[in-house]
């Protein structure tokens, strides 16, 4: 069928829509291929399915009478359907919806009404029943309330003649049995015969308790002629634990003023023997009366009542006001040997009447006090806290004794008193690691803050804490660094001789330790303190500002070390300035000064790394001394112009032995990454000078070439600075310039700065001392990560370059026209 067609044949799309529309074509695999009629509709691969080869030609009849049947099929169901939407659209059966929805609210309503109906019929049969269930309620409550009231009327009988013989024992069951029963008649109380019952109970409770009062009298004086056994009052104390709680504490208290009215009479705080110094006497005394409650009059009270810690409470509250009374009273005249041996005593009895009681005393004052007391229940010792400005002032009374000797004008410094005159000039002893006086200054932080502790862990032990803040302050500032800043006769010895000093550098290898040890120290101090002081002044204890001191002695330190390791090396980096460069003829070995330099560094390393515990700070002093080494480098190559070529290459040679050097001067395990990556951007940038000095100026073209290569920027003044070094006469420097100029302005990717823009052509000029290198050298091409003894910014630094004419920008401007103009056409 394929071959029977030239070209395809559509059917029109509004035809394909309405098939789709009235046929409802559903694509699936089982499908009519007439189905699929859409805009892409193909006659040819329809018939093609229902005519696959020639030989399906001759069914072309029942291929025909099928798609008629279908037509027909189709047609009833589209008759079907039109008459099923006739039905539903129907205005008439909407009609009947709403009509079957008005009855079924009808039959709602209907059925609310019968329910009402049915309540109120089943409300009239069951109200004889409810006043009958009344009636019963009412009268059981009677018949209970009538027995009730019979027992209480009898179980008062009884009382009234328990009372009369006075058996505390019976007494105490009855008043239970009665008190009970009459809480049941508080409804009734405006009953005559109830508020009868009522008065009569009362009135023989005070009656009892008259009884007991004038009974416990007796049997407390124990009279001879009328003596009164344990088990009564053990008994009559039953009848007290019935009349109620209030009862009882008055009790309770009647007992504790009588037996510690004789204690109010013999330690009166205006008598001696109630003085501070007798408060021993006042414990024993006390120890005695517990022993006597405990085997004699004790035995009566019940165990729940806790009388001993009444006991103790009273005679607590009694001392403390005396001790408050006593300690105002001498003021100033009270001695911190009378406070601590006083506070000694009391902490100590503190101790045992908790460890008696197996509960500490605060839990036993809190406990025993009244909820009308008018002030908190507080220890004998806390009346000694206000006081503890004594203890304070003698701590740093001490502190001020135990530093004399390092401070002031006349004092001797903490590294003299740590090694004899006789020793500190033997060059081979050993250096002290770490100063005595720091060891013992925390030393007796530890004791102090012990003691303080078991005293007090609040204002007084933060006041101590604020004092011990104090003391590593002017331990920091006028015993370590009074220590640096004593004069070693650095400067007059450098006017004279060059030699460094070995007493200097050990005692700065020292100054690091301790200092490094009061800062380590100083967090534990802290973190001590914290975790014995009361919560309220957790928060306010820091001691990170007096940490901070100790870095600064730290950095300080290192600072001398760094100046005595210049010291060492001056005198080589003078050979190198004295060496006349430019004479050279031919390059060698490196320079007899290397080897000195390095000689040199190494006899202060050697002292410096077995003498700082710490290797962070022998890092640090490394990092310090190769960025010294290689200021003092570029100053001397600043000083020694003109270099001329083999200068210059010489000088290459030399600086590479330098690099070698630093970079094994550490030793292994203090090399790091960072460290190796300094040493190697500072000697490439001076390899980066020193190359571009050597190489030719002829031809002028690879000179510029060359430098523009190796240096990287397209600076006038840094130009210029090469020239002087390489030692160009300024004849040919501004031809040399004008075709610098000329070259660079066609390369836009230079900068127009460099690490050239930091060198300052004429060191040892300026009048900043900021700006100078602990040998005076204000020369600096390090890179930043490097750092330097005394950093400065480059914008700081003055030079030649800040002196060139502002004419500059504007001459390479005009030459840059020039060539422009005689530039042939592109």
């Given at each position: ?9 559509t059917?029109?799309?509004?035809l ?7 046929l ?8 009519d291929?007439l189905?699929?009629?859409t ?6 691969g329809i ?9 399906a ?6 291929v025909?009478a ?15 359907l039109?008459?099923e939407?006739?039905r ?9 919806i709403?009509?079957?929805i ?7 309503s ?8 049915s ?7 069951t109200?004889e ?5 009344l ?20 179980a ?9 013989v006075?058996d ?34 009362q ?35 039953e009848?007290?634990e019935v009349?109620g ?6 009790f ?11 204690y109010?009479?013999i330690?009166?705080?205006s ?10 006497r ?23 009542w806790?009388?001993?810690w ?23 005249k ?5 406070l601590?041996?006083?506070l000694?005593e ?5 101790t ?5 009681f ?7 004052l ?8 008018t002030r ?13 400005g ?7 009374k001490?502190l ?8 002031g ?9 740590a ?8 060059v ?19 004791q ?20 011990h803040?104090k ?6 500032e ?14 007059q010895?450098r006017s004279?001789?060059?030699r ?12 690091v ?5 009061c ?7 802290e ?7 009361n919560?309220?002044f957790k928060?306010k204890?820091s ?26 090396c001056e005198p080589?980096?003078n ?5 006349a460069?430019?004479?050279?003829n ?17 006899q ?5 790394k ?9 890092r ?38 330098l ?42 073209e ?14 006038y ?13 300024r ?5 040399l ?15 127009d ?5 930091t ?8 009048s900043?001392p900021?700006l100078?290198?602990?040998?005076s050298?204000r ?21 030649k ?12 401007f005009v ?9 042939p056409?592109t």
């Amino acid at each position: 069928m394929d071959r029977g067609y030239a070209h395809e044949e559509t059917l029109p799309h509004e035809l394909i829509l309405s098939i789709q529309r009235v046929l409802n074509l559903q694509r699936s695999a089982d499908t009519d291929p007439l189905d699929v009629l859409t805009n892409n509709f193909n006659p040819v691969g329809i018939l093609n399915s229902y005519f696959p080869d020639e030989a399906a030609l001759g069914q072309l009849d029942a291929v025909q009478a099928r798609l008629a049947q279908n037509e027909l099929d189709l047609q009833h169901q589209i008759e079907e359907l039109r008459l099923e939407l006739r039905r539903e659209q129907d205005p008439n059966r909407m009609q009947q919806i709403q009509e079957m929805i008005s009855d079924l609210l009808g039959q709602i309503s209907r059925i609310r009404e019968k329910a009402t109906e049915s309540e109120a019929v089943v409300r009239n049969i069951t109200k004889e029943i409810q006043v009958l269930d009344l009636a019963k309620k009412n009268l059981i409550l009677s018949m209970t309330t009538l027995k009730r009231l019979q027992m209480l009327v009898n179980a008062l009988t009884q009382l009234e003649g328990h009372v009369k013989v006075t058996d505390y024992k019976e007494i105490a069951q009855t008043l239970a049995a009665i008190k009970q029963i009459i809480t049941s008649f508080k409804p009734y109380s405006s009953i005559q015969l109830i508020a009868q019952v009522s008065r009569r109970v009362q009135e023989l409770q005070l009656e009892l308790r008259s009884k007991i009062d004038a009974d416990w009298d007796k049997f407390y004086a124990q009279d001879p002629n009328k003596p009164l056994k344990p088990n009564v009052m053990a008994a009559a104390c039953e009848v007290i634990e019935v009349l109620g709680p209030e009862i009882r504490t008055q009790f309770v208290d009647r007992y504790v003023a009588l037996e510690l009215k004789e204690y109010r009479r013999i330690f009166k705080a205006s008598d001696e023997a109630g003085q501070l110094d007798n408060i021993s006497r006042r414990f024993a005394w006390f120890r005695r009366l517990l022993q006597t409650h405990e085997n004699e009059t004790g035995r009566v009270f019940p165990g729940d009542w806790k009388v001993r810690w009444h006991l103790t409470a009273k005679f607590c509250e009694i001392t403390r006001d005396d001790m408050t009374m006593l300690l105002s009273k001498a003021g100033n005249k009270l001695t911190v040997k009378q406070l601590l041996d006083t506070l000694q005593e009391i902490t100590e009895f503190e101790t045992s009447i908790s460890r008696k009681f197996a509960t500490p005393i605060e839990e036993i004052l809190k406990e025993i006090q009244s909820s009308s007391a008018t002030r908190p229940a507080r220890t004998i010792s806390s009346a000694f806290e206000p006081h503890m400005g004594v203890f304070i002032d003698a701590q740093d009374k001490a502190l001020t004794d135990m530093l004399a000797q390092y401070r002031g004008p006349k004092s001797r410094t903490s590294l003299e008193a740590a090694v004899p005159p006789s020793e500190s000039e033997d060059v081979s002893t050993s250096p002290v690691l770490v100063l005595p006086s720091s060891t013992e200054l925390f030393y007796f932080y530890a004791q102090s803050l012990d003691q303080c502790a078991k005293l007090f862990t609040g204002q007084a032990l933060y006041d101590l804490c604020a004092l011990h803040k104090k003391w590593l302050k002017i331990y920091a500032e006028e015993v370590l660094v009074t220590s640096i800043k004593r004069p070693t006769m650095f400067q007059q010895r450098r006017s004279i001789e060059t030699r460094y000093d070995v007493n200097d550098v050990k005692s700065a290898c020292t100054l690091v330790n301790t200092a490094d040890y009061c800062h380590t120290t100083a967090l534990e101090l802290e973190e001590k303190i914290r975790e014995k002081i009361n919560p309220e002044f957790k928060e306010k204890i820091s001691l990170q500002a007096e940490r901070d001191l100790f870095l600064n002695v730290i950095s300080a330190a290192i600072q001398v070390l760094i100046r005595e390791f210049e010291a060492a090396c001056e005198p080589a980096f003078n050979e190198m300035k004295r060496t006349a460069w430019a004479t050279l003829n031919l390059v060698s070995g490196q320079s007899s000064y290397v080897d000195e330099l390095v000689k040199a560094m190494d006899q202060v390393v050697d002292i410096i790394k077995p003498s700082i515990e710490q290797k962070k700070y022998q890092r640090n002093f490394f990092d310090k001394a190769a960025s010294l080494i290689f200021s003092k480098f570029t100053g001397a190559l600043v000083k020694s112009k003109p270099l001329r070529e083999i200068g210059a290459e010489q000088l290459l040679i030399d600086l590479s032995a330098l690099k070698a050097a630093l970079l094994r001067l550490p030793g292994e395990p203090l090399v790091t990454s960072n460290f190796t990556r300094s040493v190697t951007n500072s000697s490439t940038r001076l390899e980066a000078l020193l190359k571009v000095i050597v190489t030719p100026v002829d031809p002028v073209e690879g000179f510029i070439l060359n430098y523009t290569l190796l240096i990287g920027d397209a600076s006038y003044a840094n130009f210029q600075k090469i020239l002087d070094l390489k030692g160009t006469p300024r004849q040919d420097q501004n031809d040399l310039i004008d075709i610098f100029f000329t070259i660079t302005s066609t390369k836009p990717e230079l900068k127009d700065t460099s690490f050239l823009t930091t060198l300052d052509m004429d060191p040892g000029q300026g009048s900043n001392p900021n700006l100078t290198s602990p040998g005076s050298s204000r020369v600096s091409l390090l890179p930043t990560a490097m750092g330097s003894p005394t950093p400065a910014s480059h914008q700081d630094l003055p030079g030649k370059a800040d002196n060139v004419p502002k004419f500059t920008d504007f001459r390479r401007f005009v030459n840059f026209a020039v060539r422009r103009e005689t530039m042939p056409p592109t």
